[in-house]
């Protein structure tokens, strides 16, 4: 009995043994299997579990002026999707969300009942409208974040920036020359989630680093990119023409500062434009110059030696007869010196010079001029004009004066900055920097001299011709601007008819390019008009609107006159009643404080304006503390101003 | 009986196994046992707790980036607000329309050098 259940007891121990071998085997066997055998398959179906990818979609770079104002931003809005195929209740659906996104509820049922996997409902929704939608959080709707280019400025520079596509890929402007540098590369992220799919942050691993795109800074300034915008919007709507074109460049190095384009357009809605309106004409279009085409003529013949400043030519009383056809002046005249030429804007003389200078010669000065070649400014679609290779009859006299050739607005004013900054033609540009994300410089453009065209002492006689155009009697003297020196030249060109292909009787592109001060150019502008009725002549239509962009611009780069004002301020002439300071009192109140010497005015109770006349009148520095009306002043009145004292007045805002 | 119970003393009433000494050992070891099992189960609650903040902590980082995000988001807003409030042409639109505002003319232009 007892051997029986010591039996019992060991098979019972045998078999329990057994069974948790067994079983520790089948542990370290299955063990084996995955651990070993199914190691990289269940790795994999793991991963695919609980990582979840994350493309880095690279934020756009910015486009900024030459003062980082933002004229092209990017920032991420939410696109609404539906996932048809998981929305049970499309009526619903719908009906709740048609009202908010002002879909017809119709049109959106039929999008939420396609037999699609995924469509979009709406894309970059504004935050408002997103955040409403994502708090019902309706089944099979989605939202995914997408990259949206804002243009805060909307007109102003829209020809430069250009624009972007949805994807959102550069289609003009800057935004396409410099595409691969504002768009970045696009990266990717993996990132372990959780069982609510929540994603851990700690355990994340970039796989593949999204390299953001850069910011670009342009040679551009809002400010001077506006008045150019605003006076020839003036101008063109005041003649009443199809369009135009303005250009404000920095004489001495080829920066463009301003490039204006009139009809212009949004680009936050470029798609309700038509393509002609998108188009940067000023480097895209060429045009017939005209008479400012005879500035390059008379200076190509300087340089050449075959002609003086003095010399005379016989202008024919305005009629000229070459072969069979007949040259006429505007304003006929019989002899004029080769300034005279350029001040009156002769085709006779210029025609005559160009013969006396030959046809291989003036062909390449112009073409060193840079006309007949692109320019390379960084815009995409630039033209590169045209000039004959080979020359008949009496090409040689038209192209002198301007016609037969043609050239495009960048073309023009780079080649005239080569005579205002003293023969040396400059490359001109756009993109002054390049920043990294962070705003740290990756790159910068620096002037480039393309070659000398002429000698600085044939630019200074040619400036000095140019002077005589804004000069009295001279054909842009709505273009002088007071207490400046400016060079410049009008043009008035017949337009080609497209249908006859002969010059068209009654359209014409009014011209005026120039450079101011023109005794130490600072920037070469450009005004083109084209087709204006009424008076077409270049320098009633776009004489002024020079003058108002450079006396604007001027005044806004603090390049102060360097001649004297044809007004003469006088005391209270031009302020009203509130801000003419009080009486003076008694002690030591100058009456003219002109006459005073160096010894310090009563300011006390004068406006700024009045100090402001006093310090120009006497040729005095004062800081100027505060606004409003004069409290206090250092030195008190009648002492002498100099020594080491700080001379000053304090202004308080009059009640 | 009596000359068997002498030669089998140890038979007929043998000592309690291991006795007053193997019990005091039996202590110890359970003592031992019991002592790595607490310090065992310490350290796996603390292990899993940690593992529970840590997933925790990853969550709250996880929230504060795309506050981060939402933040630096609302920035770039603000800041292209702001230069679309900045244009000149809407300055002067409102200083001229609502502010009465003019261009100074040549006359109220003073050059000071």
Known sequence: MKDEREKWARIRIIMIGTFFGLMFLMVVGRAFYLQILQHEELVKKAEKQHQHRVDLTPARGSILDRNGTPLAESIHMDSCYAEPKRIKDVAGTAAVLAPILGIPRQELAAKLSLNRSFTWIERWLPPDTAIRIKNMKLP????????????????????VVGFTGRDPNGLEGIELKYDGTILGNTGYMITERDALGRNIAIKNTVIKDSSPGNSVVLTLDKTIQFIAEKELAKAVTESNAK??????????????????????????????????QLRNRVVADSFEPGSTFKVFTIASALEAGVVRPSDVYNCENGNYRIADRTIHDDHPHSRLTVSEIIKYSSNIGSAKIGFKLGEERLSNYLRNFGFGGRTGIDLPGESSGYIKRNWYGIDLATISFGQGVS???????TAVSAIANGGTLMKPYLVERILDDSGKEVQRFEPQIVRRVISPETAQKVSRMMETVTGEGGTGTKAAVDGYRVAGKTGTAQKVDPVTHTYSPSKRIGSFVGFVPADKPKLTIAVIIDEPQGIKYGGVVAAPAFKAIAQNTLAYLKITPNMPTAKTPKKDEETDESETGPEPDADGYIEDPANAGAVMPNF?????????QVMEKRGINIRLIGSGKAIEQSPPPGHAIGGTGEVWIKFTPSA | MAQARADYGKVAAPRAFGGAELASHRIDIFKYLMICMILFTIVSVFHVWSRFRLVELNLQITEVSRQLKDAEQEQKCLKLEAASLKTPARIETIAKNELGMALPNELQVIHVK
């Open chain 1, 243 to 276: 369009g135009g074109m303005a250009l404000v460049m920095e004489s001495d190095t080829g920066k463009v500062l301003a490039m204006a384009n009139y009809p212009t357009f949004n680009p936050n809605a470029y798609s309700r434009y038509s393509l002609s």
């Open chain 1, 140 to 159: 099979g709707i989605g939202f995914v974040p997408e990259s949206k280019r804002f243009y805060p400025n909307v007109e102003t520079a829209a020809h």
């Open chain 1, 407 to 413: 050239l495009s607005a960048i073309q023009l004013v």
């Open chain 1, 604 to 612: 006390r109770g004068m406006s700024m304006r009045n100090v402001l």
